[in-house]
């Protein structure tokens, strides 16, 4: 029996891939299995919102932070 269900990798798209998945699908119909190969390059979550940590009025440096940052706007 022929072994055809594979995939190959090279290591170093292995290492530049560290998230990916491969999914055997069902067989039926056929005599092999086929493989879905999810490299996870295509998510997409959109623009990142804002979120303000109450914590960061307790840290020293916030509020010189703060002002620099808005002064250079």
Do not use: Q
């Not at 072994?3 to 190959?8: E, N, T, V």
């Not at 290591?11 to 999914?23: D, G, N, Q, Y």
């Not at 493989?35 to 009025?57: A, I, Y």
Request: positive net charge; glycine residues 2%.
């Amino acid at each position: 029996m022929a072994k055809i269900d594979r995939i190959f990798v090279s290591t170093s798209w292995e290492i530049a891939s560290p998230l990916v998945r491969v999914k055997a699908l069902d067989r039926l119909p056929s005599d092999h299995n086929p493989l879905v190969l999810d490299s996870r390059n295509n998510m997409s979550f959109g623009k990142k919102c804002f979120r303000f940590k109450k914590w960061w009025l307790e840290k020293e440096s916030f509020h010189d932070l703060v002002k620099k940052v808005w002064n250079s706007l």
